[in-house]
């Protein structure tokens, strides 16, 4: 069984930076093409990036392009979500995803396994 855990979280003023990463264990990450997906209260998840299995190919939601870089380190086992230029808007509980047999996908339900979430709270 696959399983997904993030870190890095927490509370950040307007304009700082945050990492984000998701450990993978179970299944070597190689496997599985990732998504960061986010969803704030009372709204829908979003995909926030996505990347390949091999990690040449990304996306990125055309809102947050140019904030936000989406990496991995598959000899880690680990993805990362690089946030820059942090907004208010931004705040939401940020999740990791892994979709099997994928190179890559932005359709939420694609992706096979999630992790728990980390909250990422932005003050103005």
Not at 51 to 79: C, E, H, P, Q, W
Not at 82 to 101: F, G, I, R, W
Request: overall charge positive; proline content about 2%; glycine content about 10%.
């Amino acid at each position: 069984q696959v399983q997904l855990v993030e870190s890095g979280g927490g509370l950040m003023q307007a304009g700082g930076s945050l990492r984000l990463s998701c450990a993978v264990s179970g299944r070597t990450a190689s496997y599985y093409s990732m998504g960061w997906f986010r969803q704030a209260p009372g709204k829908e998840r979003e995909l926030v990036a996505a990347i390949s299995r091999n990690g040449i190919n990304t996306y990125y939601a055309v809102s947050l392009k140019g904030r936000f870089t989406i990496s991995r380190d598959n000899a880690k086992n680990t993805v990362y979500l690089q946030m820059n230029s942090l907004k208010p808007e931004d705040t939401a509980v940020y999740y990791c995803a892994a979709a099997a047999n994928m190179t890559i996908t932005t359709t939420l339900s694609l992706y096979d396994y999630w992790g728990q979430g980390t909250q990422v709270t932005v003050s103005s």
